[in-house]
């Protein structure tokens, strides 16, 4: 039995320019970090001649092409599978659907996994560029590449998207104590809302392609903030980083009216109001999870949780995607 295990992910700056549609143009940067809530992935040979596949929902076929699940399919196609005795399960710590590029840490666990089956060892960014290839090359979904290479790399890890389809990534220039109080002071409420990122991308990526104006000054503008997130971080001045979340978020609402919604607003401002210096709502938008700065921790959860917002507590990993049993 082979176990991997991926790492989900929370954006620190530059998110969104990650799409193909802006940084073929212009070039992309952000900052990740992976946290350790993961993705789980099991593969296991089986005496019966079938495929077995256990996600939320339960798959029983007699072949590769006959699978539903488009993922665990074309990565199954991409790697040569074509034995139907297998038997694949997903677990997570977190629901998909909520902002934490949990799509990409399938992708990246799924693909470790099976080439752990086949004890041929892939480096993160090879096993990131292959995620990438069955999401946004096979099948066309319209996101971003940030979520496979955090999975892959771990850490926090500065990310440049080359025009030419190649991306640069290295750890940030960070102190440790700066990341000590940067894992104290990230508090991750939950809004209680899933939703696609697909469908709230989709809108960004053909604004992108059409060169709309304002979504480009808009991307300009975030690239810019991530790298001034860069410099705060990395001379460990976490207010001015907190600060610029704010500045993000306030411009994040506006790619798109789906971005946010009336509660989420108002959960917002009572953080605001609460202690945060600032904050925003993680990955695509329209729900998921929000993210907070603060140097009052106490008053915030208290007044969070009076709110009905439950908190999920965190670290940052440093391993990445990785093999557990093999």
């Known amino acids: ?7 989900l992910r929370i954006s620190l700056g530059g998110g969104g320019t990650d799409l193909p549609s802006y940084y ?15 993705v789980y992935i099991t593969v296991h040979r089986t005496f019966v001649q079938e495929l077995i596949i256990k996600y939320s929902k339960l798959e029983r076929v007699a072949s590769v092409g006959e699978i539903e699940h488009p993922i665990i399919r074309e990565s199954l196609k991409l790697l040569g599978f074509d034995t139907p005795s297998l038997e694949i399960t997903s677990m997570a710590d977190i629901p998909a659907g ?3 590029g949990s799509s990409g840490s399938f992708t990246t666990a799924f693909l470790k996994a099976l080439h752990a089956y086949q004890k041929n060892p892939i480096r993160p960014d090879a096993l990131a560029a292959e995620a990438c290839r069955v999401e946004l090359d096979i ?11 955090i999975a892959a790399y771990g850490g926090i890890t500065c990310f440049e998207f080359q025009p030419d389809d190649q991306v640069r990534a ?9 990341i000590y109080n940067l894992e104290d002071n990230l508090l991750l409420f939950f809004t209680g809302f899933a939703r696609s990122a697909s469908t709230i991308l989709k809108e960004q990526d053909d604004k992108s392609k059409l060169n709309n104006p304002d979504m480009l000054e808009n991307m300009h503008f975030v690239k810019d903030l991530g790298l001034k997130s860069k410099a705060a971080l990395e001379t460990g001045d976490l207010m001015e980083f907190g600060r610029l979340m704010d500045v993000h978020w306030q411009h994040k609402k506006k790619r798109s009216g789906a971005m946010s919604n009336q509660q989420i607003n108002a959960w917002y401002d009572l953080a605001m109001a609460s202690g945060a210096v600032g904050g925003k709502l993680i990955g695509a938008g329209g729900g998921g999870f929000l993210v907070f700065y603060t140097e009052d921790k106490a008053r915030l ?6 709110a009905g ?18």
């Open 139 to 149: 099948l066309k979904e319209p996101i971003g590449k940030q979520d496979q290479y």
């Open 301 to 306: 959860r208290h007044v969070m949780r009076s």
């Open 1 to 7: 039995m082979i176990i991997a295990r991926s790492p």
């Open 309 to 326: 917002v439950h908190e999920v507590r965190f670290r940052f990993d440093f391993e990445g995607t990785k093999v557990l049993v093999q």
């Open 170 to 178: 290295w750890p940030l220039k960070v102190a440790e104590e700066t």
């Open 24 to 38: 073929r143009k212009f070039g992309g940067f952000l900052i990740a970090a992976a946290i350790d809530k993961y």
């Open 98 to 100: 909520t902002g934490l």
